[in-house]
């Protein structure tokens, strides 16, 4: 077993981006024919991007779903290494698909949320690639915010001799409505950071935002926080993508926005204080999402309510529900005086939504 540990892990450099500029890997989700796959590339290289990244096995989450063309798109990638002069990226997920990777000649192999979140199988890969010093590996975030897995599949394949090592932040899961897709947790990547402090980190706006208008903001946000690159998904025809085709952007359109980026050198005070700011902004949007969910709650009850003849407002459930939720703020440190108000006009929104209703 290697003794490398994370903080022995430095940054990446990969032998065709242009030094001092931030790292760009883009390509389609998936790689869908190979006409697609080729042409996405040509436009890709012909904007300056040096990495194209394109997934052949796609870990989806309901089956029936497209789950990618398998080992025949390999070849696609090859032919677009061959073509282009790009490295070509992929992701993996089991001993077969690391295997047939590198038979390929793929040069940068990741590993998905899902297979993060899966120590056996990050472990299988990790033996697989053993002491491997030709393949770069880049680890995703697990879908959860748990930090510790995150970094323990990234030991995983330092303590197999793997030193091309990297991460990409993709946000989490998270229930109900929100702004992005996948919440960012900012705090999660920069906390990563603090344990390995050499390690290249990209962030990936696309799978984050969900919506390829994200891109551009969330993109500018990362290198302002610091990340030493992005992964972005592009396609030659992004509506008729086969996955995930609401958050991909046509290759013009990431010439533009890689155009607008401003790279920094060094976080000043006041890109730290947009960090913070933004992070205020994120919390806003948890809590209107959370109020939207509670008020959809409120009006399910007041159907009920009205189904059974029953008062829409239940003088003792109120008394209870404020008295628990002020000793539930005692504890986490909030005003009384502030908790009140709040509960008080959340009540009262909830009732007026359920008088709102219309008879059944």
């Given at each position: 077993m290697s003794t490398v540990t994370l903080k022995d892990i430095g940054p990446l450099a990969f032998a065709n981006s242009e030094s001092g500029s931030p790292i760009v890997i883009a390509g389609p989700c998936s790689a869908e024919t190979e006409q697609q796959t080729l042409a996405t590339a040509r436009a890709l290289k012909?904007?300056?991007?040096?990495a194209f990244r394109a997934g052949?096995?796609?870990?989806?989450t309901m089956p029936g779903s497209f789950e990618g063309m398998g080992d025949q798109a390999l070849a696609w990638l090859q032919a677009v290494k061959r073509e282009t002069g790009m490295l070509v990226a992929t992701e993996v997920a089991t001993e077969a698909h690391v295997r047939a990777a590198l038979d390929a000649g793929?040069?940068?192999?990741?590993?998905?949320?899902r297979t993060t979140a899966n120590p056996f199988a990050v472990q299988e890969i990790a033996d697989t690639l053993m002491c491997n010093d030709e393949v770069t590996v880049l680890v995703k975030n697990p879908l959860n915010p748990d930090l510790d897995l995150w970094m323990g599949a990234l030991q995983r394949l330092a303590g197999a001799g793997i030193t091309r090592l990297g991460a990409v932040h993709r946000g989490f899961s998270s229930a109900g409505a929100h702004l992005y897709r996948n919440d960012p947790q900012w705090h999660i990547p920069f906390?990563?950071?603090?344990?390995?402090?050499?390690?290249t980190i990209l962030c990936d706006p696309?799978?984050?935002g969900g919506k390829r208008e994200f891109v551009e903001p969330l993109s500018q946000?990362?290198?302002?926080?610091?990340?030493?690159?992005?992964?972005?998904?592009?396609h030659c025809d992004p509506d008729n993508a086969l996955s995930d085709s609401a958050q991909q952007i046509?290759?013009?359109?990431?010439?533009?926005?890689?155009?607008?980026?401003?790279?920094?050198?060094?976080?000043?005070?006041?890109d730290e204080l947009s960090l913070l700011r933004q992070q205020i902004d994120d919390c806003d949007h948890e809590l209107l999402a959370v109020l939207a969910r509670r008020m959809s709650v409120s009006r399910e009850i007041g159907s009920y309510k009205k189904s059974h003849n029953l008062r829409v407002v239940q003088p003792a459930r109120y008394q209870a529900l404020i008295k628990a939720r002020l000793d539930e703020a005692r504890t986490l440190g909030l005003s009384q005086e502030f908790t009140q108000r709040i509960m008080q006009a959340i009540h009262e929104e909830s009732v007026q939504q359920q008088l709102d209703l219309p008879d059944n």
């Open positions: 012909g904007i300056g991007v040096t052949v096995w796609k870990p989806r793929i040069d940068i192999l990741w590993v998905g949320a906390e990563l950071r603090r344990h390995a402090p050499g390690m696309s799978h984050i946000l990362a290198l302002d926080a610091g990340f030493d690159g992005l992964m972005i998904e592009s046509l290759p013009e359109t990431l010439k533009s926005i890689l155009g607008k980026l401003v790279v920094r050198s060094g976080a000043p005070v006041e």
